[in-house]
């Protein structure tokens, strides 16, 4: 390349796809790099090697959960306790998901998650979990029987959508308000085949879906029929029998 005075200079740096110019080009080739060991390990900690680990977490759980039997993935707060009324909802969806012909994928933790995951093992089923690096991690719960753990919370959700026929929402935080309005939000655009959801635990949810019809729709921030992609229940037989049937079609 010819600069304004007439002499040939270097201005341009292409590695690979990416194109340098001016201050932003860098010395030494990407081999060089590659082969230099004399360098520091930050590399280790810089955005194109996380591209490498994003795509193992995929590779990894879409290879452990390629095989898969069709599965329902169950949501709900870490913190509800064992023994009380939600736990024992949970167990029971576990049991009656299997029952059914389902696997069942859940977050892997404590609480509501591994409720469903022990009625979903004592059934004889498939008890799917995937857990997140958290700092409070508590590890997958025992009653999994096949589990993946992740680094990435987008790569553990495209597991969560991917192989599952519908979803149940038990009562939970802000993790599984997190899951539901993505899951509500990739049905309403369509991004996935629609899919049943259940809100299990009326009075619970009540609140929000009174909060979504009287200002969201009201308001014009979402469609009425918008309200009509989840079902709401307190009954644990309607809940397998709506997201079991709606899966099947």
Do not use: C
Request: net charge negative; no cysteine; charged share 20%.
């Amino acid at each position: 390349m010819v600069n304004p005075e007439g002499t040939r200079a270097q201005r341009e740096q292409r590695r690979g796809p990416v194109v340098r110019r001016h201050g932003q080009m860098q010395a030494g080739t990407t081999d060089q790099h590659l082969l230099d060991t004399r360098g520091t390990a930050d590399w280790v900690h810089e955005d194109p090697f996380r591209v490498l680990r994003i795509q193992s977490e995929f590779v990894e759980g879409f290879g452990a959960l390629a095989e898969l039997p069709p599965a329902i993935s169950v949501f709900g707060s870490a913190r509800t306790r064992r023994g009380s009324a939600e736990y024992r909802a949970g167990e029971a969806i576990g049991r009656g998901l299997v029952e059914a012909g389902f696997a069942v994928i859940t977050g892997g933790g404590p609480g509501a998650m591994e409720a469903a995951n022990k009625g979903a093992m004592e059934a004889g089923g498939v008890s799917v979990g995937l857990g997140i690096e958290l700092p409070f991690e508590q590890g997958i719960n025992p009653y999994v029987n096949l589990g993946v753990d992740f680094r990435y919370f987008f790569v553990r959700k495209t597991m969560f959508v991917k192989y599952a026929s519908g979803f149940v929402v038990l009562p939970g935080g802000l993790g599984t308000l997190d899951e539901l309005f993505e899951a509500l939000t990739l049905v309403q655009t369509k991004k996935v085949t629609r899919f049943p959801i259940v809100l299990f635990g009326a009075a619970y949810w009540r609140g929000l879906v009174d909060w979504m019809r009287d200002t969201l729709v009201a308001q014009g921030k979402a469609g009425a029929a918008d309200l009509q992609l989840f079902h709401v229940t307190d009954d644990v037989d309607e809940a397998i029998e709506v997201v079991t049937k709606e899966a099947g079609t």
